[in-house]
């Protein structure tokens, strides 16, 4: 995977504010390139430097293997979940409906000049900025 790819799946990742996600899909489609599993693919390998638990399976769950990590930064954060968080088998998600996080003008600026900067490297590489 090139290094612009992940740099640009990053940066859209720290303007996610506190309290909102996006699914790996959204980021995909915000950049116009990739899709969920090129995004899950740089958040398995390099999202420990970001805030990796607002990116999220588009129906709610939170990474995988990670889900009571994940639910300590929902509760510190105040994301909408639904469903049951405690007792012995928790079943929760977060609330895509009211947690997923809807871009202002300036934020999309933001957003389409990373992933202009991923296009024009795009250009000079035959492999679209995905491949190694």
């Not at 389409?112 to 590489?125: E, F, G, M, V």
Request: charged share 25%.
């Amino acid at each position: 995977m090139r290094a612009e790819y992940i740099e640009a799946v990053l940066d859209v990742i720290e303007l996610i504010p506190a309290g909102c996600v996006l699914s790996y899909g959204d980021i995909a489609a915000l950049l116009e390139r990739g899709g969920p599993r090129q995004v899950g693919s740089v958040m398995s390998r390099h999202g420990s430097a970001v805030p990796w638990w607002r990116v999220i399976r588009a129906d709610g769950r939170p990474p995988q293997c990670h889900d009571a990590r994940a639910l300590v930064h929902y509760r510190r954060e105040a994301t909408a979940l639904r469903g049951q968080t405690g007792g012995e088998h928790p079943s929760w998600r977060v609330d895509m409906a009211a947690a997923r996080w809807n871009p202002t003008e300036a934020q999309f600026d933001a957003i389409d000049a990373i992933a202009a900067r991923l296009s024009a490297a795009a250009l000079s590489d035959p492999h679209d900025g995905l491949d190694a």
